[in-house]
């Protein structure tokens, strides 16, 4: 059963899609505005997300564009009564996975989200990092540590995914800020520690070594504990 986040703000088109993709054994969550689905997108991780292309508060090209910039990678599947050649190929470039066009056939709808998964799935397995008893799923980005689930905030994952992607390695502040934080100065504040410290109360268990080490002028490291 995969969970799918429905972004759709007409009440009836919401109810089919979410009855069609819980008849296929899915669960299901509705929002219908475009501000509440991106925050709950970016806070949740989700298995595939169908999108309007037209909402409320915020359009589905916005929502789509800005969980590509924060790097969330769900598949999206854009549903949308702008049929026109030039609207459907700027919903695939703004990072929507597939297009429909509105009015659909719900079985066609489920189809398409059943193939965006199983390309997911795919992905997913290339997308898995284990270093010790951490496990990182990048593209849902889920985190386990000896198997129990670890929630982050969108930050904090963040800057768990660079120092996994480089476990091992030293990593100076200058570098973390300009790749986490996409800052080209250091700021002079205690943000980097505050989100360490806060990683670390997250990720390490009692009588193991942290699994961020602090090396005195120099950085940060990811090690396996």
Do not use: C
Request: overall charge negative; glycine content about 8%.
């Amino acid at each position: 059963m995969a969970r799918i986040l429905v972004i759709e703000d007409d009440g009836a088109t919401a109810r089919e899609i979410s009855t069609e993709l819980g008849t296929a054994g899915h669960e299901t969550v509705l929002v219908h505005d475009g501000h509440d689905a991106l925050e709950l997108a970016t806070r949740e991780p989700f298995d595939a997300i169908t999108l309007d292309r037209m909402l409320p508060g915020l359009d589905g090209l916005a929502v789509v564009s800005q969980l590509r910039e924060r790097r969330i990678a769900t598949p999206v599947l854009m549903i949308s009564a702008l049929s026109d050649v030039d609207e459907r190929i700027a919903g695939l470039r703004a990072g929507g996975d597939d297009y429909l066009v509105k009015p659909f056939a719900p079985g066609e709808m489920a189809m398409r989200v059943e193939v965006m998964l199983r390309r997911s799935a795919s992905t997913a397995k290339e997308n898995i990092l284990t270093i010790g008893a951490l496990q990182i799923d990048f593209l849902h980005r889920r985190v386990s540590v000896d198997g129990e689930p670890v929630k982050l905030l969108h930050l904090e994952f963040r800057l768990l995914e660079f120092l996994a992607r480089n476990a091992g390695q030293v990593m100076s502040r200058r570098i973390i800020f300009e790749k986490v934080w996409e800052y080209y100065f250091d700021p002079g504040a205690n943000l980097i520690n505050v989100h360490i410290a806060r990683l670390r109360r997250k990720l390490d268990r009692p009588g193991r070594p942290s699994a961020i080490a602090t090396v005195k002028g120099e950085g940060y490291r990811l090690d396996a504990v």
